[in-house]
């Protein structure tokens, strides 16, 4: 099965160059990352090409070119193993491929795999005045198969499905029939969400997403149940810390005894040390940051650039006084799409903090050297059940406000939330597009950069 994904500005430009309100047939090509996981391959929109209209011979219901105009894009296809998406415009809402859209995908991806060192697929691609999408893939021997879904990531989250499966909604999920409708009900059982962190935060918006019925959960935490965890980890018992079980395997033994049906994948790694976490992750819908670490932070962020994939990110500050109280209670929720401002850009970390953990984990003894010149790392924050609740009742909100936007105000406003308990406020604020060349770089490359930044430890940082 095939998967297109495309960041929302991308979308936008597709749609201003295919629409533009002269009634012809338009065309562009969206050269793509890859990311290929068990039987799957995602298509990852990584750099789009609007071809110029005096370049075109454009009609209302056809549009043709030459392809001596994209040779540098099939360039790339050859060199670096890229997909091409051919993009072009319809103008009746869901209309299918017409018979002469096939002769035209026939001979230009004949073409395509002649530049080609790949049977891998490419695709085709019809963009509505509405911006909603519909496509097909192209295989090496120029067969079509229909894409069952397109994803446009940006402050919503678009899916746009070719045809719904008639996915059963069982009694247990009528009442969140009722609050978010059907088609959301629906789209829920659908998705695969990961999680990487399941202590503080991560164990309640497990279990959230358990029982608003989504249909797969990855989780990723190498640690093992504690005694110190057993007020926050639900479904964790005396005898889990007794006997030293994995945080995964605890949370999924639980899930499983819930009953509805949630398929769990679980990776008892820290994620960039595993080709195979890793690349389960970054086929999810979306990704959860419940990790109290730089360093996780750091790499869900380059996942959600490389793979487009959207990240909530949750952090919480519990002061204790020292005397017996709580001096403050601060939390923030990130939501992070490829291409706005990294957590780094937002101050979450610094560049010395990251290299500090970075240190720590590689190299222990020389970080114990140079462990002077680093903040102090080593420093654990209190936990408490009702607070992670709490915070994690917002980080899941916000994912069903991605992609059923129940606020009156436009998402876009809403993608750093800061929670102060202490005063009992609530702050929402934008934020800019991401000014990191690195991040703008690699948005949707996929796994098809040479040298992936991601595996610190098996290179240099």
Known sequence: MVHFKITDKMCQELKNHLHNGDGLEALALVVCGRLNHENDNWLLAHEIFLMPYEKCSRDIDYVSWKTEHIEHLLEKVREKGFAIIKVHSHFVT??????????????FFEAVYGWSNSDLPHASVIMYPDGSMKGRTIESNICFTTIPKITVVGSNIREFHNSFSDTFIGKEFIRNQQAFGKKTTKMLRGLKVGIVGCSGTG????????????????????????????NRIIGSTFADANSNRLKVDTIKRHIEKIGLGTRIITFPVII???????DSFASCDIIFGCVDSFEGRYYLNLISTYY????????????????????????NIHYVDPGSETLMERNVFTQEQLTAESLRRISPQEYEKRKAYFDNLDIESPAVVSINMTFSAF????????????????????SHTCIN????DINTQPVNETKS??????????????????????TAV
């Open 421 to 424: 308990l202490s005063d009992w």
């Open 437 to 458: 060349k690195s991040a703008l770089k690699h948005i949707g490359i996929g796994n098809l950069e040479p040298e992936l930044e991601i595996y610190v430890n098996e």
């Open 395 to 414: 980080a899941v909100n916000e994912m069903l406000g991605r992609f059923h936007p129940y606020r009156y105000s436009d998402n876009a406003k809403f």
């Open 272 to 278: 960039q040390e595993s080709r195979e976490a890793l």
């Open 203 to 230: 164990s309640p918006v497990i279990e959230q997403l358990v029982r608003l019925g989504v249909g797969t959960i990855v989780l990723a935490d190498a640690d093992l149940i504690e005694h110190k965890n057993l």
């Open 94 to 107: 869901n209309s299918d491929f017409s018979e002469l859209d096939d002769a035209s995908d026939k001979s």
């Open 308 to 331: 487009l994939v959207p990240l909530i990110d949750i952090g919480i500050k519990l002061v204790a006084d020292g005397e017996g109280g709580i001096d403050s209670i601060n939390g």
